[in-house]
């Protein structure tokens, strides 16, 4: 089983940027496909953006395409997610999770990490 932790959050004005990453131990992510997701308060968890195990293939949300972009290192064990123009709208937790295919049930999951927008 992998574990995941993230980090990079934080408090940032609307316009800003952020770079989430996500951290696995206990096994190599390069056999996953990855995802990062978010909740806001009293919302329901939203898929963000997955990525592929190569890394060659991504896709994203329209909430947050052209703004985000999710990348990751094998070699490094990690996972990022590059967020630039934030909104408000885009203050939730964001976690990052693991799955065997695209179309698969995500298995393990991090605690997440807060990110806030202040407009």
């Known amino acids: 089983q992998v574990q995941l932790v993230e980090s990079g959050g934080g408090l940032v004005q609307a316009g800003g940027s952020l770079r989430l990453s996500c951290a696995a131990s206990?096994?190599?992510?390069?056999?996953?496909?990855m995802g990062w997701f978010r909740q806001a308060p009293g919302k329901e968890r939203e898929f963000v953006a997955r990525i592929s195990s190569s890394g060659g293939n991504t896709y994203y949300a329209d909430s947050v395409k052209g703004r985000f972009t999710i990348s990751r290192d094998n070699a490094k064990n990690t996972v990022y997610l590059q967020m630039n123009s934030l909104k408000p709208e885009d203050t939730a937790v964001y976690y990052c999770?693991?799955?065997?295919?695209?179309?698969?049930?995500?298995?393990?999951w991090g605690r997440g990490t807060q990110v806030t927008v202040s407009s």
């Open positions: 999770a693991t799955t065997r295919t695209v179309t698969g049930q995500y298995e393990n």
């Open positions: 206990g096994r190599t992510l390069g056999v996953y496909v």
